[in-house]
């Protein structure tokens, strides 16, 4: 027997890996302060559970549509004409996000294509490309201020290239692109005849400035798959429900994939996802705020330590500051894990540019903050950091 050999240079994701680490050693009875999970701590907003309840009464078990209830489709597509990317629901394809990303990487690359990716970015993107055959090009921002520049990616361009990857706001990072970046790489993909795969997914978690989606801009939305969904934003990521928006030559392949893959997303959770995206404008005004104080309060308390220089991005829930060890990035992790008592991931998870950077989800609350930070200091204190 033997296995596939594009699988062999695919790594199993580091996160989950350190989410099962640390929930292992809770489960032990250890006092570990988690600051890695990449998902909001606050429940799903009642009135959006009391409809899918509701609908799951009302009979709503079946299969749906392949691409979405037409109804969730049109409230997708109202929602994301605010972002000015003039779609309608013949152009969206409703999946959990992280498999929208599969099917398109899966229905758009060959073996060989070069897909680019910022070093650093989210996890799945580069095993994405691979475990499709396409090879991914990674673009060093370190030296950019962990900005993603057209100038950066039109160096490394070829003719082999067929999609630039673009995350904003960014996990790791929390940076939010800016419009001149975006129509930089616009500009780049229309000249080279290139695919963009915007991920959105932390668009409305934003603290300042003005999210910008690629598709919006001329000539774009015929060349983007856009992907979003409401795991982060309406704090539902157990419900596994997102969305891709694609111009028809794109999406008639994706729905392919998407038709003898999952086939559809359940039709109570969609029918939910309705009441999300028309009824939720101050739940997640709530909780957006509560993330701005809180990513200010980490943001103050990591500077007063000797060990962090940490910039405040502008969106997602994550700091992504600079550390200094003699540690590379694992070896710092698993230092405060030890040590500490507190658990954040390592920048080499997130690319090789990254190796003095850590992760830190500030999806948590202010105490746990207040009270993980105040045991790195003390760790700090002893010199147990490196
Ligand atoms: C940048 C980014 N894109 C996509 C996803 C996937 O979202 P979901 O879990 O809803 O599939 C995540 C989840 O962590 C993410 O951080």
Redesign the pocket.
């Known amino acids: 027997m033997k296995t596939a050999d594009r699988m062999k240079n695919v790594q199993p994701s580091p996160t989950v890996a350190l989410g099962n680490k640390v929930a292992e050693m809770k489960a032990a009875g250890e006092d570990i302060i988690s600051f890695t999970v990449?998902?909001p701590d606050f429940d799903t907003p009642a009135h959006i559970r009391e409809v899918a309840k509701k609908a799951l009464d009302d009979g709503w078990t079946h299969y749906a549509p392949s691409s979405g209830l037409p109804q969730f489709r049109e409230a997708i597509a109202k929602s994301e004409g605010k972002n000015g990317i003039s779609c309608d629901a013949s152009n969206i394809i409703v999946a959990?996000?992280?498999?929208t990303?599969y099917m398109t990487c899966t229905a758009l690359l060959d073996p060989g294509d070069e897909v680019i990716i910022q070093d650093p970015a989210?996890v799945?993107y580069e095993p994405c490309a691979t475990i499709n055959g396409a090879k991914p090009v990674f673009i060093d921002s370190s030296k950019d201020e962990l900005h993603f520049t057209p100038e950066a990616i039109a160096e490394a361009i070829t003719p082999k290239t067929k999609m630039i990857i673009v995350?904003t706001p960014?996990?790791p990072t929390g940076i939010v692109m800016s419009e001149a970046e975006l129509r930089g790489i616009a500009d780049l993909a229309k000249d080279h005849d290139l695919i963009v795969l915007a991920?959105e997914?932390?668009q409305k978690i934003l603290y300042e400035g003005k999210h910008h989606s690629i598709a919006s801009f001329d000539g774009m939305f015929e060349r983007t798959v856009t992907?979003n969904?409401?795991?982060?934003a309406y704090a539902m990521?157990g419900w596994?429900a997102?969305w891709l928006i694609a111009p028809p030559m794109l999406l008639k392949e994706i729905s392919k994939v998407q038709q003898h893959s999952i086939t559809c997303i359940p039709p109570f959770i969609q029918l939910a996802g309705i009441d999300a995206l028309e009824n939720s404008a101050d739940d997640v005004r709530g909780m957006v705020t509560e993330f701005k104080a809180r990513r200010d309060l980490m943001h103050g308390l990591l500077n007063e330590l000797d060990s962090f220089t940490c910039s405040k991005p502008e969106g997602a829930f994550y700091l992504f500051p600079k550390f200094k060890s003699s540690f590379n990035s694992m070896k710092f992790a698993e230092a405060l894990l030890t040590e500490a008592k507190v658990a954040m991931t390592p920048g080499s998870a997130f690319g090789l540019s990254v190796d003095d950077h850590v992760r830190i989800s500030y999806a948590a609350s202010r105490e746990v903050i207040k009270d993980g930070v105040a045991r790195i200091a003390e760790a700090e204190k002893k010199g147990l950091l490196g």
């Open positions: 990449g998902e959990p996000t992280k498999h990303l989210w799945s995350n960014s996990n991920d997914i932390y992907i969904g409401l795991s982060k990521t596994r997102g």
